[in-house]
């Protein structure tokens, strides 16, 4: 065998093997001005949606046209310390070969995630797909996913949930062809597998000449599911609802319940669940635009008055309902738009629909400035947290910023709200809110800088910082042991911090072992801690600490990068540090004897661009560098030989 054969099999190898992550520990910055970048080679992404993986990260799903201009449906995924699961550049949901739009997507099992979108490879009309994805990549339901509408009709409109089982219900509204011309609400129910579960064909909840959109399904969590959508009603659009049972059956009775008056027209919905009832919000058109709200029971009966209750007795109109439940209440989110400014407002009510903060609403921010499209979420600590897009200063274009209340509706973080993406001047947009299971929050959205459209992500922590109050972590190597030193700022009482290493396997993947604790009894404002480990294994290890208070509060420090060879009589090649990097990048090398090594850089298409030819090197550490003058974003692969040794490395080139 040729050695340039042996080496085109040993690179293409590395590239079906090695999945294209990020390869070092990308990690959140602490700076909202330039924020995480989660996504490169992106075109033009649209449709952004994110969601929580149940683990503390969360999954990305977008559109982008960025293969032939055809649009497409990406995914990945970030774990809870800003990592890209595997490939950087996003992989796709489907083998189809087709255009594939609007991703719509709801969280699954535990690191898994589906989604469903409209799929135009087999019809011209567009079939409805379905994927279920794991947190590593893997496509759970085939290559191609599911197909969920199976027939000619025209689909309009669709959603999903799941429920703690791992079920999945999908409802859409379906247009029959032109020779009836009627309107289907279908229902559907799949297991975690992709088997279907209700009849075939789904569950026929209303079919009529009458024209039907945006319909909602939100599970019952005992297999049955609730299912809402709008329909013309006399030139009145009315919001609906009915229950379908774990049987399949249409446990509302025949027909469906109607949940606001006939007297204004629904121009949008918000559903959630509040105990085994349904809370429901919707914003209407009258002389100003008002929001009503109702709590309806598991049996289809409305549990407040007639119609709905007004949320609010504010001037102006008042659009936007986003609603989450809180404890025994809910936390209700809208815009109160007046001339002189939009406004975000927040409140608590209880089962019975009353007010339990400030009468009128309490603002999310003390500057009044222009705000709008907000994103709520519960922080698990019995209040929420919000996120909006604010015009606030002299630029063209508005920066995101967020806040979190307790539950007596009191601010937890500068009155003025927290900057989550404030890069100056740059249009930011499709925001998304996603909680980290600690009292935090991860922030996904579009940002385009520099001509550039991309995905970025930020983390804020419950305190409202973007870093944890664990600072200045670092590992050092000190004979055969790594010394592990941190800073603990503002300690509220006794505090534990847990030490933990972890070794990157080949697929990316971050295993975390707990290899000791220190205890704090919480009487220095700021301090210092140290702690030894001796390993058991060799390479690039990482140290993160884990800080849990006395109030059983959870934040994770950065990490802490270090190359451990010990007495190794093995060649040890590190992951390039950093990356992804921007202009030069680091490789580091362990020799046992003297010896001579040579180091090839490869682009995306297997093209050498560069190469280190058998220079002879030192015994023990070892470091050279790579420039990426003159090269263009994307994914490299550098090869390592010396002697019988060879190993392939991938590395990501930013912006």
Not at 35 to 41: D, H, P, R
Request: glycine share 8%; hydrophobic share 40%; aromatic share 12%.
């Amino acid at each position: 065998m040729s050695h340039n054969k042996r080496k085109f099999e040993l690179l293409l190898a590395a590239i079906f093997t090695f999945i294209i992550t990020q390869a070092s520990f990308a990690q959140w910055v602490s700076n909202p001005a330039i924020n995480t970048s989660l996504a490169i080679e992106t075109v033009d992404p649209i449709n952004i949606s994110a969601i929580s993986d149940k683990n503390n990260g969360a999954f990305v799903f977008w559109q982008d046209n960025k293969v032939s201009f055809q649009n497409e449906i990406f995914f990945m995924h970030v774990d809870e310390s800003g990592r890209i699961s595997f490939r950087a550049d996003g992989k796709k949901i489907t083998s189809l070969l087709g255009q594939a739009e609007n991703p719509v997507c709801t969280a699954s099992l535990p690191n898994s995630a589906v989604v469903i979108w409209k799929d135009f490879a087999r019809s011209k009309n567009g079939d409805l797909f379905a994927q279920r994805v794991s947190h590593n990549g893997t496509l759970l339901w085939t290559d191609n996913g599911i197909d969920i509408s199976g027939s000619k009709d025209e689909i309009s409109d669709y959603s999903a949930n799941s429920d703690n089982d791992g079920n999945i219900f999908i409802s859409y509204v379906a247009k029959e062809p032109e020779i009836t011309g009627d309107y289907r609400i279908i229902v559907k129910k799949f297991s975690p597998g992709g088997k279907e579960i209700f009849s075939h064909g789904g569950i026929n909840i209303n079919k009529s000449r009458i024209k039907k959109n945006m319909t909602s399904v939100i599970a019952d969590e005992e297999g049955g599911v609730f299912v809402f959508w709008l329909e013309v009603i006399n030139e009145r659009i009315i919001l609906f609802g009915q229950h379908v049972s774990r049987e399949g059956k249409e446990a509302w009775g025949n027909k469906p319940i109607e949940i606001s008056s006939r007297v204004h027209n629904v121009l949008n919905y918000f559903i959630t669940k509040l105990g085994t009832s349904i809370y429901v919000a919707w914003q209407t058109q009258r002389i100003d635009r008002v929001i009503y709200h109702q709590l309806i029971s598991d049996k289809g009966i409305p549990l407040w008055i007639p119609g709905g209750k007004l949320i609010t007795n504010l001037k102006g109109n008042q659009v936007n309902p986003v609603a989450v439940e809180v404890g025994s209440g809910i936390v209700l989110s809208w815009t109160n738009e007046t001339k002189k400014a939009k406004e975000i407002y927040l409140q608590m009510f209880d089962k019975r629909g009353r007010p339990m903060w400030n009468k009128s609403g309490v603002p999310v921010s003390s500057f009044r400035s222009m705000q709008f499209g907000q994103r709520l979420i519960s922080d698990g600590k019995g209040g929420v947290i919000v996120a909006w897009i604010d015009s606030r200063n002299d630029s063209t274009y508005a920066d995101i910023y967020s806040q979190r209340f307790d539950n007596s509706g009191k601010m937890l973080w500068n009155p003025l709200g927290i900057a989550v993406a404030a890069n100056f001047n740059t249009p930011k947009s499709y925001l998304n809110l996603v909680p980290n299971g600690l009292g935090g929050a991860i922030a996904v959205f579009k940002n385009r800088r520099n001509s550039i459209n991309k995905i970025y992500g930020q983390k804020v922590f419950n305190n409202g910082t973007y870093i944890s109050q664990i600072s200045n972590l670092e590992a050092i190597v000190q004979n055969d042991s790594i010394k592990i030193a941190w800073n603990a700022a503002n300690e509220r009482g006794k505090s534990l911090y847990n030490i933990e290493r972890a070794i990157e396997a080949d697929t990316g993947t971050m295993t975390w072992k707990n290899v000791g604790a220190i205890r704090s009894n919480g009487s220095a404002n700021n301090k210092t801690f140290q702690y030894f480990d001796v390993p058991d294994t060799t390479g690039t290890l990482y140290y993160r600490i884990e800080q849990i208070d006395a109030a059983n509060n959870i934040q994770t420090s950065d990490i802490a990068r270090v190359n451990y060879f010990g007495e190794s009589s093995d060649i040890i090649v590190m992951q390039n540090s950093p990356n992804p990097f921007s202009d030069s990048t680091e490789i580091s090398f362990y020799l046992p004897k003297t010896s001579r090594v040579s180091i090839e850089f490869y682009d995306g298409h297997v093209a050498l661009i560069s190469q280190i030819d058998d220079k002879t090197f030192p015994a023990g550490e070892n470091h050279v560098f790579f420039s990426a003058q003159g090269l263009k974003p994307g994914i490299y692969f550098y090869r390592f030989m010396a002697d019988d040794f060879v190993d392939v490395k991938k590395m990501v080139l930013t912006n």
